[in-house]
């Protein structure tokens, strides 16, 4: 069955730090792994996917089938980026997320 | 842009009412869900649906059912509200392409408490 498991539900870090939000898989296809963002009062939305490879805000994702891990990055965290992070598998056109991790960066 | 609206963001329902949130998206997306995001819990499918009329149950369709009468809206109906559907309930869609799977978008969500 598929599964997507977040261990931290808040992690907090000082602006400037790196950051890394963790997230693990369990799924015996192919996956498919996105991350989504919630700031706050506002909708949920996608950050990335795996499979564009791309920076988003600063933000970075790999793709570890071995470790069946996709977590986030960021270098240097800025205030601007506290909100709840959500990682999220899609398996034939359902998604399946994880229960999400706060994200609090202090000045 | 892909726009998602939920009729309501607060909605405020009595014990045993029948209760419709109604969802619509103007981006001719195939597929709608409909989720419910609990602290702790994240996001847990309720139901979902890949064309009008057709319906599948995600993980926790107890004590809801769905209408999709047109491709644009996708409604979420608890037939006999309890306190344990207080809940932020989120509305989505997404494109149904048969290679990778295209991205969801979602409402603004509808925070319903039931007294």
């Known amino acids: 069955a598929q599964r997507v498991t977040q261990p931290e539900k808040l992690l907090s870090v000082f602006k400037g730090a790196p950051v890394e939000l963790k997230c693990n898989y369990s799924?015996?296809?192919?996956?498919?792994l996105f991350w989504y963002v919630q700031y706050s009062r506002q909708r949920l939305q996608l950050l990335l996917r795996h499979i564009s490879r791309e920076s988003i805000k600063g933000f970075t994702a790999d793709l570890n089938k071995g470790e069946t891990s996709f977590h986030l990055k960021k270098p240097f965290a800025q205030e601007e980026d506290s909100a709840m992070y959500y990682c999220a598998l899609s398996a034939f056109n359902k998604f399946y997320f994880g229960s999400g991790t706060k994200l609090n960066v202090k000045p | 842009d892909v726009k998602v609206t939920q009729s309501s963001r607060y909605l405020v329902k009595r014990t045993g009412e029948k209760v419709f949130l109604e969802c619509v998206q103007d981006?001719?997306?195939?597929?709608m869900f409909w989720y419910r995001q609990d602290p702790g819990l994240g996001l847990r499918l309720i139901y979902f649906s890949y064309d009008v009329k057709m319906k599948e149950k995600g993980d926790i369709p107890e004590g809801y059912s769905v209408s999709r009468e047109k491709k644009e809206r996708f409604s979420l109906i608890l037939e006999s509200a309890s306190t344990n559907q207080t809940s932020m309930y989120l509305c989505?869609?997404?494109?149904?392409?048969?290679?990778?799977?295209?991205?969801?978008?979602f409402g603004d969500g509808t925070r319903l408490s039931i007294l």
């Open positions: 981006m001719d997306h195939e597929n």
């Open positions: 989505a869609s997404s494109l149904r392409y048969e290679g990778p799977s295209q991205p969801q978008h």
């Open positions: 799924y015996s296809g192919s996956p498919e």
